[in-house]
């Protein structure tokens, strides 16, 4: 960065790094050190929202493997900032994007857990949830529901 004719050596944050490695969600190593940075507790909470999608997206056949990988950092990113509803909407409406309505029921009998209840209450509950549930069955909202 040039300021004033003085050069400053910046190093790229974290989230500008985890971001780019979260756009390459298509290789099987991004979606690897994606993982490794999760399990080696180095993701910070606020961008496990980021990084659940981008792992949805790497691998949609193993959303219940990923929602319990990030419980933990979405789990306490809930906690301390209770306003981030926004931001789990977005999460659950491109993961039914890319998993789509019969991938969400296949996997719903599974999620059980108080780690993913935040989920699930997301896909059915209130005016902005993506889908319904109606004598069963799970369809996406009407646009005038939602």
């Known amino acids: 960065m040039n300021t004033y ?3 400053i050596r910046r190093e790229p944050s974290v989230p500008y790094a985890l971001n780019i490695v ?3 969600y298509r ?3 991004a979606v690897f050190a994606l993982k490794e940075i999760v399990r080696g507790g180095k993701l910070k909470n606020l961008n496990a929202p980021m990084v659940l999608v981008a792992l ?3 691998e949609p056949e193993s959303l ?4 319990v990988l990030v419980r933990t950092p979405i789990a306490l ?14 999460i659950v409406k491109k993961i039914v994007e890319v998993v789509g309505i019969r991938g969400i029921e296949r996997i719903l009998p599974g999620l059980t857990d108080e780690g993913e209840r935040w989920f699930v209450e997301v896909l059915f509950e ?4 993506p889908l319904v549930r109606e004598n069963g069955v799970v369809s996406l909202r009407k646009k005038s529901e939602n």
């Open 5 to 7: 004719g003085v050069s």
């Open 22 to 24: 979260a756009s390459l």
């Open 27 to 29: 290789e099987p190593r």
């Open 56 to 58: 949805v997206c790497g």
């Open 64 to 67: 219940p493997d990923h929602l």
């Open 77 to 90: 990113m809930h906690e301390e900032h209770p306003l981030e509803r926004v931001r789990a909407y977005m």
């Open 126 to 129: 209130g005016d902005t949830a």
